[in-house]
């Protein structure tokens, strides 16, 4: 019994710190690559030892040169303000609903498939768990909404949660076709099947599983990796699909009301969730742990796989970001235009042709 | 199938919202997310200017007319100007005439800068907005060096301008229109022709051409509309007449005549052919001269009577009514400002029914209102 509270204990444990880091820096990294991208400098005066400084109460110099620790002196000065609840709000559901938020979103991380000896818990159905538990905090954003007793509030999270059960069906749609080529749910299991070089990932079809006439899936693949990614874009709230909270319509939409580390773990949560998102796109699509060139694998450099992994998700996370700052945001009729009218038939064909594949083909 | 009829809510936008474009409050009804009817509520930032101005000297009420339409200072200066010189039938030379069309040019670009990247920021484009907000920076440096002043410039005074301008001015105004072309094609790259703008902005708050002279529009409105109206052609005031530039109009191109994409489209365009006058203006000027020459010392020679002028401002056309009894020391009788942003606000409530908040959002933007002028 020992050794199990033990190994949750270490596991939940490593789990809250890799949420936290991975939030911190996707947070860090939106605001310098934005910065960038509109011919600004991002911050530049926080760094660690300004922090400390400011914590222990001496004197604060400007030490920081690329402003390493904001995201981190942001969070504490969140820590601090002021919890304001609304009068009118449901103060019960008011304070749960981040909870629950942010729980949907940790849940997630336990099935990651980080690396074949790190998946804090391989279940059999691990990708079933993550598409259940991530659509779950759906329901944080519905009460955040209509708790807080604002219009704003409440328009935006009716708009997140039609946009998040629509573009459930195509994310969930796409990531079909790769189990029925896999035939297995577990996380683990499906980054197995893409071991070696860079074209058994299954974006290039399913080489790993049958040879070269895996390349005829190509084109699905293509086109299931296009939709799932779109797809997580609008589940995760982020531009184009940023409509629930966004800016200029709806104030800040669903956590209009929310003040202090309520909104930290909203905002938290959400960066969570972007990491998520692409980190399903890296294990299903993109080869998981594998480097894609079998010389700097795990096998020959121990210790690389987790860092594969984690590299490879940030790319697909510069690309969100590179998305948000370059374009305008859609209306929320044509994004259920998209949704309904293009990813959904898109995948349903990308569905039949890999069971076509399966059935008739090999 | 029976329609489901639903209570309708009321929501109101403003008048602490991001995309007011200041305090401006609007009570929309919406059926869920269609808007039923909207009804903007003014004054929250009115300052009584025009009362102000009774108790006020012709050229001190000057600096009053930078505070009305802030982000086009130079142009209500201007108007102003042109009102009590005509009335006083003072001749400005020809120099002062040529940095008034400089300084009001460039501030007609920095104005529209605001106006569309603002409006690509109600869309949600960031990007643009910040990297035309660099131009309008450098703008403002040409400016302040010109008069002292970032924004509130009072700088075209009755009869000259407030300050000289050096050689060295001049060439630096030239860098600016250097380095303003390849920007402004950037933000078409980035924006105007981006697919998700133009069906954001295209087929949205259309105005046709007679619903747009109905409701008093003007400037790039009314343009936006496909009239080709500017009082800088049509009836040129100052020295207008001597520079050679084309009046864009919108022609429904992404969408139907007169929507948002065509005022948008005719605003990007307008600050091309401003660049084109400034151009022209740097090549006409000549230094030498006193700019003092025709300010008067004080107003006693102002007639009795009334004068109305009207003037191509960023935002449309601004005229401005002045009576007066004439005497020592005299004020006007009465002032009062026919401001452009005011009369293009009013359709709102024609054109808002139907539409989605978003689009009220989208249709705010392009019809580019400065709550500081329609509340004067």
């Known amino acids: 019994m020992d050794n199990i509270f033990l190994w949750i204990a270490i596991t939940l444990g490593a789990m809250v710190g890799l949420v936290s880091v991975v939030g911190i820096v996707s947070i860090y990294l939106e605001r310098k690559i934005s910065a960038f991208m509109q011919d600004r400098l991002g911050p530049m005066e926080v760094g660690f030892g300004s922090l400390v400084n400011a914590i222990a109460g001496k004197e604060v110099l400007r030490e920081g040169r690329i402003g390493l620790a904001q995201s981190l002196a942001d969070g504490l000065k969140l820590l601090q303000k002021e919890d304001i609840i609304p009068d009118g709000a449901d103060k019960f559901l008011f304070k749960l609903a981040p909870m629950i938020v942010f729980a949907g979103t940790f849940s997630t991380f336990a099935a990651l498939p980080l690396a074949e000896y790190f998946i804090p818990a391989d279940v059999n159905i691990g990708l079933f768990y993550i598409l259940a538990i991530s659509s779950f905090g759906v329901s944080g954003i519905l009460m955040a909404g209509w708790s807080s007793n604002n219009k704003w509030g409440l328009l935006g999270s009716l708009r997140s949660t039609a946009q998040m059960v629509s573009y459930e069906i195509p994310v969930g749609v796409s990531l079909v076709s790769i189990v029925m080529l896999t035939g297995t749910l577990s996380m683990k299991g499906i980054v197995v099947a893409q071991e070696g070089w860079f074209w058994n990932w299954h974006l290039f079809g399913a080489v790993g599983h049958h040879g070269l006439i895996g390349f005829v899936l190509l084109p699905m693949m293509v086109i299931n990796f296009i939709a799932y990614f779109i797809g997580s874009l609008a589940e995760t709230n982020r531009a184009p699909f940023d409509i629930p909270e966004a800016e200029s319509e709806l104030v800040a939409g669903y956590h209009t009301e929310y003040t202090g580390m309520r909104f930290a773990i909203f905002f938290l949560a959400e960066y969570g969730a972007i990491f998520v998102g692409n980190a399903i796109a890296v294990a299903l699509f993109l080869g998981g742990w594998y480097s894609g060139i079998p010389a700097i694998d795990q096998a020959n450099i121990p210790g690389i796989a987790p860092l594969v992994f984690i590299l490879k998700t940030f790319v697909l996370i510069f690309v969100v970001m590179w998305i948000r700052w370059t374009l305008p945001r859609l209306r929320v009729d044509q994004l259920m235009t998209l949704c309904w009218k293009y990813l959904i038939p898109f995948t349903l064909f990308t569905f039949f042709s890999v069971a076509i594949y399966k059935v008739f083909i090999v | 199938m029976e329609q489901i009829k639903t209570d309708l809510m009321t929501i109101n936008m403003g008048p602490q919202h991001p995309s007011t474009h200041g305090v401006l409050r609007l ?24 009362k102000h101005c009774e108790s006020l000297d012709y050229l001190k009420i000057v600096p009053f007319t930078d505070r009305m339409d802030y982000l086009a200072a130079m ?59 660099n131009q309008r920076e450098l703008i403002f440096d040409l400016l302040e060096e010109a008069s002292g002043a970032r924004m509130l410039y009072n700088y075209i005074w009755v009869g000259g301008v407030a300050r000289d301008v050096t050689s060295e001015w001049l060439k630096k105004v030239k860098g600016f229109c250097e380095s303003y072309k390849p920007v402004i094609n950037e933000i078409d790259d980035l924006l105007s022709y981006n697919k998700i703008f133009v069906s954001r902005a295209a087929n949205v708050g259309i105005v046709p051409k007679d619903l747009a002279i109905d409701y008093g529009f003007t400037g790039p409105n009314l343009r936006g509309s496909g009239i080709e109206f500017d009082l800088r052609k049509d009836e040129p005031y100052s020295i207008y007449d001597k520079f050679d530039f084309d009046v864009p109009i919108g022609s429904g191109e992404e969408g139907t005549l007169g ?7 005719c605003r990007i365009r307008e600050t091309r052919e401003s660049i084109k006058i400034i151009e022209q203006a740097l090549e006409g000027i000549s230094l030498e001269g006193d700019i003092y020459e025709a300010v008067p010392k004080n107003f006693n020679k102002m007639p009795k009577g009334e004068v109305y002028v009207r003037s191509e401002t960023p935002r449309g056309e601004m005229g401005i009514y002045i009576v007066s009894e004439g005497g020592k020391a005299p004020t006007p009788y009465r002032c009062k400002v026919r401001s452009p942003a005011f009369c293009a606000l009013s359709i709102l409530e024609k054109i808002a029914k139907g539409v989605m908040i978003s689009d009220i959002i989208v249709i705010l933007g392009s019809i580019d209102i400065v709550l500081g002028e329609v509340d004067r």
């Open chain 2, 27 to 50: 009570e929309l009804k919406t059926d869920g997310e269609i808007v039923d009817s909207c009804r903007p509520y003014l004054g929250y930032l009115h300052r009584c200017f025009e």
């Open chain 2, 75 to 133: 142009n209500n200066n201007w108007a102003f100007a042109l009102a009590v010189e005509k009335m006083m039938g003072i001749e400005v030379p020809e120099k002062c005439e040529y940095l008034r069309v400089i300084v009001s040019e460039l501030n007609r670009i920095a104005s529209h800068i605001i106006a569309f990247g603002t409006f690509g920021l109600d869309i949600g484009a960031f990007t643009p907005f910040l990297l035309a907000f």
């Open chain 2, 259 to 265: 929507d948002c994409w065509d005022r948008y489209m």
